[in-house]
Structures are given as C-alpha cells and as structure tokens.
C-alpha cells in the first residue's frame, strides 16, 4: 500500500511539472480556435455555405502508469490531422458537406504498459500516415434526413453515448463488443454509405461499408476493399431530442465471404438523459451502455458502461466513467488469469484555456487488466492537450 501510495504520489508531481511545461508556451501560440480532432463527427445541421477550409489539427497525450499494470512509465500517443472542409447549398436547397482527413500517428500506447483490453487511450495507434475521412453528405436543410458516401467510420454515428465523449478510454467512445470485432473505426475506416432519418424526436439509422477495416495488412494509405473482404452493415433506432435525452437500439453484423466463422454480429442499447439544467449554462448528463457480441474472436463477449458528466460554461466538463467488459471464453483460454472481466474506472476534467488551447487531466484505475494477469490493478495518471490552426 505504500508503495501505491507513494507511485501515486510521484506520478501526480510527474503530472504537475508536466502541465507547468507545456502551459508556458502554448498558451501563447498563434493558433485559430482549438478542436478535438478525436472527436466523431455526425450528420451534420444546416449551415451557412462555405468555401473549402483547410484547418491543421493535434492532439498530445502523456500517461503515466503509475503502478500496477506490466510496467511502469510514460507513454505519449499524438495525433496530427489536416483536416479539409466545404459547406455549400444545392439548386434545390438541400445542404452540401464535403469532409477530408489525412492524419499523422505517432508516440506510443500506454495500454501496454497498464496492460487493459480496453484500450485506455483512443489515441494510440500504430504509427502511420493515412486517409482517415474522405466523404460527402446532403441533406434537407431541416435536418430532418442525410446521407454520406464515402470513407467513413462506423464510430462516427453508431453506439455513440454524447455525455461520454470526453472520456479517454476507448470504450466510451465505441463499446469493446463492437470496436474489437474489426468494425471500421479509428484508425481506419472503410468505403460505405451511411443514412439518418430523423423526422421528429425518433431516428432511423443505416449503414453499409465494403471491405474488412482495419486489416493490419495496410498500416498506410487507403483501405481499398478487396474481393473476398465481405463487409459490415448496421442499424440503429431510438429517440434523440437533441441535449434532453437520447435512447436507442442498435444492431450489427460483419462478415467475410466465404469464412462463416468469423462472421460477427452483435446487438447494443444505450440511454443519455439531461439529468439538470438542460440548455442551461450548468448541465449534468448521464449515460448508460450496453453490449453483447457472438465472442468468435472479441476479447470481449459483454459490455456494460455508466457515467456522468457536469458541463458549466466557467469551469469546463468534469466527467466520470466505469467500463465493465466481460471477456469472452476464447481470450480466457489464450490469456489464463483467475478475472472474468476487466473494469475501467475514469474522471476526467477538460478546460478550454482560451480560444488556442485545451487541456484534459485524466485518472483512470483499471481492475483485473487483462493482459496482466499478475496484477490486480493499474493506475494511469495523465494530460490530453489539443488545438489547431
């Protein structure tokens, strides 16, 4: 316990001396209006036309495990992304929204060092370059139908919890059943079409993607599909009202021709509700998500996710999360331990400093991690800085 204590303790000064670096000079950058480039980018509302932008866009990582995991130490995932945009109007008077990104990763993943299945970080990746986004949308100018061709990820609109969006662990942002079965997710997406109908408060949401994603037979580039890739689809329904709540049912499967076996499908629900002051300066939203898949090859076969988050206009967003994944047989016999289940627990707090910069300290504790089966825990200290020009 001392020796926890006393690691907790280093790594909160290692954390301190951090920010009081990275503060000094970039507070002062002459950067335009700071962006999270991790951030999903849905069916978007009418807007304004607009000619092509061209925005670059990073994001900096530093984590510290600070004890328990495989190893102790820091690790540093980045992100660069040039990011292109264009807003214009139809003849009919539809909307038009052309989107491109072309993304540098770097650093390092802190998940092997803490040992968690769930991927602690979502930034961390295998070093490449590559076309991330290349899609076009249109739209009525209601809002109330969209659709978008092109290259895109199937996290981008499905499964998403609104109040979880700021959590760092990868499992908020897409649940483990569905990101680990090889849908087409960050890094790397893969040519599809994607529809929302949103008439009113319900919503109907549909999606099909050529190619298996994320074949780690193409670290760089495109993700062309190739015959016999098969393809993934997927559907989601529920109610959405904008920032008051958001409750849906979603479905999907992912397969390859000819290989049955490693067909995948999985089945998800989710609930996010304005718990005070929706629309207000001071907002508490809360989150619930569930998972299940057919565990062929997932670590994870059952996944269940809850938090919080406190948004106020002064102070930023504080948000606390817990990720239980229940890991499948298959892993179990590959990775032998005596955890059934590995749980996340996060808070994290995200601060614009000014129109330049924002900054995220985040702690997370991390029981039974996976693939340590030797320790029973592992603690992560760390800071998420991002901006753009």
Known sequence: MRKCA?????????????????LAPLTHAAAALGSNPRAPIPFVASVPARPWRVRLLWAFDAMDTASGGRARGWKAPALIDLRLTRHAKLQDGMDSYWHVDLIRILGSNPSR?????????????RHAWRLYRAFWQVGDVRGHWALRLGWQGYDELFGLVPDGGDLLNSSFGQMPTSSQAGTPIWPQTAPGISARWHPDAFYVMAGLWSGVPRDPGIPQGWNLPRRGDGGLQALELGLDRHARYKLALGAWAMHRVGVARQAHRGVYALA???????????????????????PYQSAVGRYLGAGLRLSTRRHGRVSVGVARALLSPGFRLRHPGDARAETAYELTWRKRIDAHLTLQPDVQYILHPALAPQATHALEIGLRVNGGF
Do not use: K, P
């Open 272 to 294: 996010d509700i304005a718990l005070l002051g929706a629309g207000r300066a001071r907002r508490l939203g809360g989150f619930v998500q569930w998972g299940q898949t057919q």
């Open 6 to 22: 006393a690691s907790s303790q280093q790594g909160w000064r290692n954390l301190a001396v951090l920010c009081a670096l990275l």
């Open 113 to 125: 060092d803490a040992g968690d299945v769930q991927t602690l970080d979502n930034l961390a990746a």
